[in-house]
């Protein structure tokens, strides 16, 4: 079956730092990868996504790379705010089928950034 | 537009009461979809809906129920509350089975 592995966390960084979240997946076929992002108190939203081999996501000064050679989708960001601070859950979904849409999520990463 | 609402915010319930969690869209979307949070293990699915009328079951779904039927509402029943069920609760849409899932702001849930 399906199956996203995280970083384990927390994480805590200074303001400004570089940030990567490792992000690891198992699945069949060519799944869509995902990135989400849950800000104390709120839902999910939606961070950033690609959808096949060496495409590259991006959204707020974050990126992933989909490497299908490594099964991975590592979250990096340049330099970190404190607004960053947020829980991250990287997700897969698989393309067609009976999948109905079911998206499979990493356990997620605390991230808090001090000023 | 609201997007996705779930009432009610926050529960506490005793071991074996029952409740009903309303997840409600504006988007006019078809699919709907039930998750739980635990630490540590990310969001599973336990029920989901491919539109008006339809529900299926995700990975958990023993203990709950659901019910859709209006496009625009999607409800998840516990009959018979256990501890086991103290979680987060989100909902989500999407337009069809492809695109971007939108996500509620979550139900806390608490049974002693």
């Known amino acids: 079956g399906n199956s996203v592995t995280q970083m384990e966390g927390p994480v805590t960084l200074s303001e400004e730092a570089f940030l990567t979240i490792n992000c690891t997946y198992t699945a069949t076929g060519y799944p869509s990868l995902f990135w989400y992002v849950q800000y104390p108190g709120e839902g999910l939203q939606l961070l950033l996504k690609a959808t096949k081999a060496d495409d590259k996501g991006s959204n707020k000064g974050f990126e992933a790379t989909y490497r299908k050679e490594t099964t991975s989708f590592h979250l990096e960001k340049g330099s970190v705010q404190v607004s960053d601070s947020a829980v991250y859950f990287c997700?897969?979904?698989?393309?067609?089928?009976?999948?109905?849409?079911?998206?499979?999520f990493g356990q997620g990463t605390i991230l808090t950034v001090h000023p | 537009n609201a997007g996705v609402t779930q009432t009610p915010k926050f529960r506490v319930l005793k071991t074996g009461q029952s409740m009903t969690l309303l997840c409600a869209q504006d988007?006019?979307?078809?699919?709907m979809y039930w998750y739980r949070q635990d630490p540590g293990m990310g969001l599973r699915l336990i029920h989901y809906s491919v539109g008006e009328g339809t529900t299926a079951k995700g990975e958990v779904p023993d203990g709950y129920n659901v019910s859709r039927l209006k496009k625009q509402n999607f409800l998840l029943g516990l009959e018979s509350a256990a501890p086991s069920q103290t979680s987060v609760y989100f909902c989500?849409?999407?337009?069809?089975?492809?695109?971007?899932?939108?996500f509620g702001p979550g139900t806390r849930l608490l049974v002693l």
């Open positions: 997700a897969l979904r698989n393309a067609g089928g009976t999948s109905y849409g079911k998206l499979t």
């Open positions: 988007m006019n979307h078809e699919y």
């Open positions: 989500a849409s999407s337009p069809r089975v492809q695109e971007t899932q939108y």
